[in-house]
């Protein structure tokens, strides 16, 4: 027990020291998630917007299968990006294996049925209220999925915040197909795995509590937006 | 101008029949009041007449055309309870504006001052009061320029005065020489507005005659149990 204070002590004064390293470490890890949140929200809220309004044969199969995507193993998708961005992969020629960008796509992976799968759900119940008068208007297709997208951002914001969440605190994907590479490909949950099996704990120790506290006041800045913002236009 | 004429409409789920061989024809120049009990089918009957829903069987023609989307695009529809979309006042107008591409701003004030909602324009709409969310309502339903406007019970739950807005509002557009189809349970705005009636019930066209003789000379017994407030079952 003993050990863990001394260890939690060495974690503060590591935080809060301004360390370069642990620095770059956060920044590279903020940069890899929150680009893989954006692109997966650009994506994944037009698909979870066109699967709530429409209606085809064969939509409950599609719908059991991005709510199953949920819940995708990290390992799993690391692998599948590492076979395609390999060296003998389809993806190959790009070089991207061992680079932040390939970090980045196996978190998109990771994160866009979730984000699908949840702004699906928000937005069809919005849609069941606007369904009669949109037709009434006779709103086309394309306008109706951007009109309930942008009338459901504030519990979009939710829905991103839960992909950020699982985009920063995984560690199977990344480690994969970034290969924790010092200076280069190394965030913050490869580099606590790293720490622990060294037993460096102090490191480790102060490398969870920036990314609790990163998660912690992402999760706060975006309720606090959504409170504020949301109270302004009564949604 | 669009006349509607309706043959043998019909609704039925599951075995019951909520709209029951319809036979009607309105007039485009009408001020055309539908009333009837609760459960006669009046709010069902708008939303065939509108395509929102299709009959089990049965036509509808307008100009003597099968509903198709392009006569929906020269129609409007206000709901009982308005659905307003999450934004200001300015931006549920705009919306609708946006869909016909009109020149937005100049247009938009006007609409929203012949509603007296200009000062509210920068309000969210779902801040207003239910007779402002109506007469919001209303206004977007106008700005698509409709020929036909179908009106569910819009000043059902409202005061006098927010009544009498809408009642206003209603009539000017039809002076400008919109269809309106309205329904209402309330006899004397049916008698301050109407200038035929459809009266249902049970899902069946009982009456549809001058405002006038409705109400001096009615027809059938459910009309007559209807005006004269006793139960009709």
């Known amino acids: 027990m003993q050990e863990f204070f001394e260890a939690t002590r060495l974690a503060f004064a590591l935080a809060f020291s301004g ?14 998630s929150l680009t893989a949140m954006l692109v997966a929200c650009i994506i994944g809220f037009p698909l979870g917007a066109l699967l709530a309004i429409s209606r085809f044969t064969g939509r409950g199969p599609v719908l059991v299968i991005i709510n199953a995507l949920m819940g995708l193993p990290p390992v799993v998708v690391g692998l599948i990006v590492y ?35 949840l702004s699906r759900q928000v937005i069809e119940d919005l849609h069941n209220e606007y369904a009669e008068q949109f037709r009434s208007f006779s709103v086309p297709r394309s306008k109706a999925v951007r009109a309930l997208i942008w009338d459901g951002r504030y519990s979009l914001l939710t829905v991103a915040l839960a992909g950020f969440g699982r985009a920063i605190a995984e560690v199977g994907a990344v480690i994969i197909v970034g290969g924790n590479i010092d200076h280069l490909t190394r965030v913050m949950t490869t580099a606590i795995a790293l720490e622990t099996s060294k037993g460096d704990l102090p490191l480790a120790l102060a490398l969870g509590f920036v990314l609790l506290f990163l998660a912690l006041a992402v999760n706060a800045a975006v309720m606090s937006l959504r409170i504020t913002t949301g109270r302004i236009s009564n949604v | 101008m669009l006349s509607l004429k309706t043959k043998e409409l019909t609704l039925k789920y599951d075995k019951i029949c909520y709209i029951n061989k319809i036979n009607l024809i309105l007039e485009p120049k009408h001020f055309t009041v539908v009333m009837g009990a609760n459960g006669a089918g009046k709010s069902l009957l708008l939303r065939l007449l509108h395509g929102l829903i299709n009959p089990t069987y049965g036509t509808i023609y307008w100009n003597g055309n099968p509903m198709n989307s392009g006569i929906r695009k020269q129609q409007a529809m206000v709901f009982q309870r308005p659905v307003l979309l999450r934004r200001s006042v300015a931006a549920n107008i705009d919306f609708v504006l946006g869909l016909k591409n009109s020149g937005m701003q100049d247009k938009r004030d006007e609409i929203l001052e012949n509603v007296g909602l200009l000062e509210f324009r920068k309000h969210p709409a779902r801040m207003l009061s239910v007779g402002e969310q109506q007469r919001l309502a209303l206004a977007r339903a106008l700005a698509t320029e409709p020929e036909v406007i179908f009106l569910d019970e ?7 005065a927010s009544i009498l807005a809408i009642e206003k509002i209603v009539k000017n557009a039809h002076t400008d020489g919109t269809k309106i189809i309205f329904i209402t349970h309330e006899l004397g705005q049916a008698k301050r507005l109407a200038d035929d009636i ?36």
């Not at chain 1, 360390?19 to 890899?32: G, M, P, Q």
């Open chain 1, 19 to 32: 360390d370069a390293d642990l620095i770059e470490i956060i920044l590279l890890s903020l940069r890899v």
């Open chain 1, 83 to 117: 076979l395609h961005l390999s060296r003998a992969g389809p993806m190959g020629s790009f070089g991207l294996l061992y680079t932040p960008t390939a970090m980045i796509i196996a978190q998109i992976i990771l994160i866009m049925p979730i984000i699908a799968a």
């Open chain 2, 154 to 160: 819009p000043t059902a739950s409202l005061d006098p």
């Open chain 2, 198 to 233: 459809v009266f249902l019930h049970q899902g069946k066209l009982i009456e549809h005659t001058s405002a006038t003789s409705f109400f001096d000379n009615p027809s059938s017994e459910p009309a007559r149990a209807y005006l004269e407030g006793r139960i009709i079952l």
